[in-house]
């Protein structure tokens, strides 16, 4: 079992910053990627970034440029530096882990933060 805590959300006018962060618990030695989705209103869950062990990165097209995903492999923490945040950018962001015991995989979840931008 991996427990995820998200911290950082907030108001934010448009083109400022946000930097939100997550701190994994319990068997993190299972960990292979940690990344962030988002969910706004009346939309599906949609990937926002991700990072594996090997400190690969991958954005969606329309973060690219202004969002940075990074994580600290000691402390078991991912953090989400959003910067030109815009109003689309509007959104509940969880935190999700992705783990690997020998062939079972699971995703694990945070209780979401949210973001808002206002224009």
């Known amino acids: 079992q991996v427990q995820l805590v998200e911290s950082g959300g907030g108001l934010v006018q448009a083109g400022g910053s946000l930097r939100l962060s997550c701190a994994a618990s319990g068997s993190t030695f299972s960990i292979n990627a940690m990344g962030w989705y988002r969910q706004a209103p009346g939309k599906q869950r949609e990937l926002v970034a991700t990072?594996?062990?090997?400190?690969?990165?991958d954005y969606t097209d329309s973060v690219k440029g202004r969002f940075t995903i990074s994580r600290d492999n000691v402390k078991n923490i991912v953090s989400l530096q959003m910067n030109s945040l815009k109003p689309e950018d509007t959104a509940v962001y969880y935190c999700?882990?992705?783990?690997?015991?020998?062939?079972?995989?699971?995703?694990?979840w945070g209780q979401g933060t949210q973001v808002t931008v206002s224009s």
């Open positions: 999700n882990a992705k783990t690997r015991i020998l062939m079972a995989r699971s995703d694990y």
């Open positions: 990072i594996n062990n090997g400190g690969s990165t």
